[in-house]
């Protein structure tokens, strides 16, 4: 079942907003087509680079994929999406799973997106941040807190001087499934001038309670471009969906909210992707 957050509770004032605009639009969001994710004949492909930044907050050099798009140029420049994994991944498991570059290209070939890089990182901002061992050890939890320091202080700074990007806030995304879309949340809500665009697919319980999420209602009102939650009916962790969405609706924050089929798994986050990218950078 699609859920799209009602018109009637939609503050007026928010109605110049493009995401409150969209948000009020009735009706559903229409599923992607059959092959959406997959490799597509004469489409145009993006390119994956491996690269390796100093992380001051760790200390020590850590590893991202960067996926630029068709035609990339340096002579151009270019909006940024930051797209984080869950607990049992790094900067592989969307490549491993979602098959973003293709969703990326197909939606590129359609022109249903923005041109914009995408940066892959690994999410868990330890010296070993490898998925391995117990999973959720209290150090390897404490470290996608960490993360939100590397991703401000040392991943993005590396990425604005290494490849031709857009450095204000309306050019910056950030979005993530499971335990990285609740980091997307405590990243970006917290920190609305570096981040207008946030997306969330079937965020995790990592996910902070409301009132420390949005301190600042009115301000998210004001300055976010979009606000995306999506999660399977039959997650396990909807509830976290479900208690932050409602209290958006009560503070009045103009957002999108996707309720549909599936679990915790990944046809839900490469729709949220999907659906999520052609949303951004508009």
């Known amino acids: 079942?699609?859920?799209?957050?009602?018109?009637?509770?939609?503050?007026?004032?928010?109605?110049?907003?493009?995401?409150?605009?969209?948000a009020a639009i009735a009706g559903s969001i229409a599923p992607p087509a059959t092959g959406f994710d997959q490799e597509q004949p004469d489409t145009a492909r993006g390119k994956i680079d491996a690269i390796t930044y100093d992380s001051g907050t760790v200390g020590t050099k850590r590893q991202a994929l960067v996926y630029t798009p068709p035609g990339f140029s340096r002579d151009k420049t270019y909006n940024v999406l930051y797209l984080l994994h869950g607990?049992?991944?790094?900067?592989?498991?969307?490549?491993?799973?979602?098959?973003?570059?293709?969703i990326l290209d197909n939606l590129y070939a359609q022109k249903n997106l923005a041109?914009?890089?995408?940066?892959?990182?690994?999410?868990?901002?330890?010296?070993?941040?490898?998925?391995e061992g117990d999973l959720f050890a209290e150090d390897?939890?404490?470290?996608?807190?960490?993360?939100?320091?590397?991703?401000?202080?040392?991943?993005?700074?590396?990425?604005?001087?290494?490849?031709?990007?857009l450095t204000k806030r309306d050019n910056?995304?950030?979005?993530?499934?499971?335990?990285?879309?609740?980091?997307?949340?405590?990243i970006g809500l917290r920190h609305l001038d570096r981040f207008a665009w946030i997306g969330a697919f079937s965020p995790a319980p990592n996910t902070l309670e409301p009132v420390e999420l949005l301190p600042n209602a009115d301000e998210a009102s004001k300055t976010l471009h979009l606000l995306w939650i999506s999660c399977g009916d039959a997650d396990n962790l909807l509830f976290v969906s479900e208690r932050t969405t409602a209290f958006l609706k009560e503070?009045?924050?103009?957002?999108?909210?996707?309720?549909?089929?599936?679990?915790?798994?990944?046809?839900?986050?490469?729709?949220?992707?999907?659906?999520?990218?052609?949303?951004?950078?508009?």
């Open 1 to 22: 079942m699609n859920q799209l957050w009602p018109e009637e509770q939609q503050p007026a004032a928010a109605h110049s907003s493009e995401a409150a605009v969209e």
């Open 87 to 102: 607990i049992g991944g790094d900067e592989r498991e969307w490549f491993n799973n979602g098959s973003p570059q293709h």
């Open 115 to 131: 041109e914009v890089i995408v940066v892959f990182p690994n999410g868990r901002a330890m010296a070993n941040d490898r998925a």
């Open 140 to 165: 390897k939890i404490a470290a996608f807190t960490t993360f939100e320091d590397d991703l401000l202080n040392d991943l993005i700074p590396y990425i604005e001087a290494n490849y031709p990007v």
């Open 172 to 186: 910056r995304a950030i979005a993530g499934l499971s335990m990285g879309g609740g980091q997307s949340l405590n």
């Open 251 to 282: 503070k009045q924050v103009p957002h999108l909210w996707l309720e549909e089929a599936g679990g915790h798994d990944w046809p839900v986050w490469k729709n949220g992707l999907y659906q999520f990218a052609q949303r951004i950078f508009r």
